[in-house]
């Protein structure tokens, strides 16, 4: 299914980069020159760029009347750079994009704007490739490792997936915002990310999840691809100096999201959690499901009877 884009809205493409001049200018190039989408304005976060070649092409690139360079000049924290780049645009949509993302096909944007105009959708989220053509992002699974962790990740490109949902389109609770469009004003409405207690990990997590408590669909597309050279800029959270940062950030998920964490309702609850490949659990895990279910309905049951108005909302499953 396609949707028609009469009236293309104003995109605000943010890309927070430090230095990495060669990935900065792969990225941007494809948005220019490789994105058939027709009204685009391009936001680069400068976060303390130091080395020669990246001024210039920050001169360089600026000379188009679409890009702007604005400078950040604070300590790295992907949710502080995101909302402060969210206050400078002037799009109806934002397109956050990591600046280690390159372009395959010219319609990926149109494709995932198509989706965030629908009445409501409060997220879209892309089909991502590692650089050999291995999947590295096919929509968020609530649970995995703990937390959350990417669908069909080192799988071959191709792969139909659990039942073919590798290749449909679907709501799922969360995506990954390395390539994430969202309207501005559910971006607003929700206070963007969570820059105090998630300011590298799970911070696009946390923000697919409280657009969902907020009645919003996280919308997932296969149609839109792009390759993904993952954490070529910043590094991986194994690194030593990331690791108590990230268990804090891990922990802070746990307490925030608890049991949800644990019953993702967009994934099947005879499946397992311990890898990103699809197997039954052992033992099951219906029984934990059927406890938080219970738990669930108890308090909308109890705020219904406080609001007999209110009709509760059901989850996907």
Same mark, same amino acid.
């Given at each position: ?146 937390? $959350? =962790?990417?669908?069909?990740?080192? !799988? +071959? &490109? ?12 679907? *709501? ?74 990230? $268990? =804090?950030?891990?922990?802070?998920? !746990? +307490? &925030? ?12 609850? *005879? ?47």
């Amino acid at each position: 299914m396609r949707y028609a884009l009469h009236e293309p809205p104003l995109v605000s493409t943010i890309i927070p980069t430090r230095d990495q001049a060669a990935l900065l200018r792969t990225c941007v190039t494809g948005l220019l020159e490789r994105t058939d989408y027709p009204n685009l304005e391009i936001i680069i976060i400068d976060n303390r760029s130091r080395e020669p070649e990246t001024r210039a092409y920050f001169a360089e690139v600026a000379a188009d009347p679409r890009v702007r360079v604005v400078s950040y000049d604070k300590p790295f924290n992907y949710a502080a750079i995101n909302n402060f780049a969210a206050g400078l645009a002037s799009g109806s949509m934002l397109c956050l994009l990591n600046n280690d993302i390159e372009i395959i096909h010219s319609d990926w944007l149109g494709e995932m704007v198509s989706h965030a105009l629908r009445p409501g959708i409060g997220g879209v989220g892309a089909l991502l490739y590692y650089p050999d053509d291995r999947i590295q992002h096919a929509g968020t699974i609530l649970g995995i490792s703990g937390v $959350a =962790a990417h669908a069909y990740r080192w !799988q +071959r &490109r191709g792969t139909p997936g659990y039942f073919g949902r590798a290749g449909l389109i679907q *709501n799922l609770s969360a995506v990954t915002a390395a390539c994430f469009v969202v309207p501005a004003k559910v971006y607003a409405e929700v206070g963007g990310f969570d820059e105090r207690n998630l300011t590298v990990a799970f911070n696009d997590v946390d923000l697919c999840l409280r657009i969902g408590e907020r009645g919003y669909r996280i919308v997932w597309t296969p149609y839109a691809e792009l390759y993904h050279h993952e954490s070529a800029s910043r590094g991986p959270d194994t690194d030593p100096e990331n690791r108590k940062r990230f $268990a =804090a950030e891990v922990a802070y998920m !746990q +307490r &925030r999201w608890g049991v949800l964490l644990q019953h993702d309702p967009c994934h099947n609850p *005879n499946l397992w959690l311990d890898y990103h490949e699809w197997g039954l659990a052992t033992p099951p895990r219906i029984g934990k499901l059927a406890s938080c279910r219970s738990a669930v309905c108890g308090a909308k049951n109890a705020a219904q009877s406080a609001n007999p108005d209110q009709r509760v909302q059901r989850l996907p499953v």
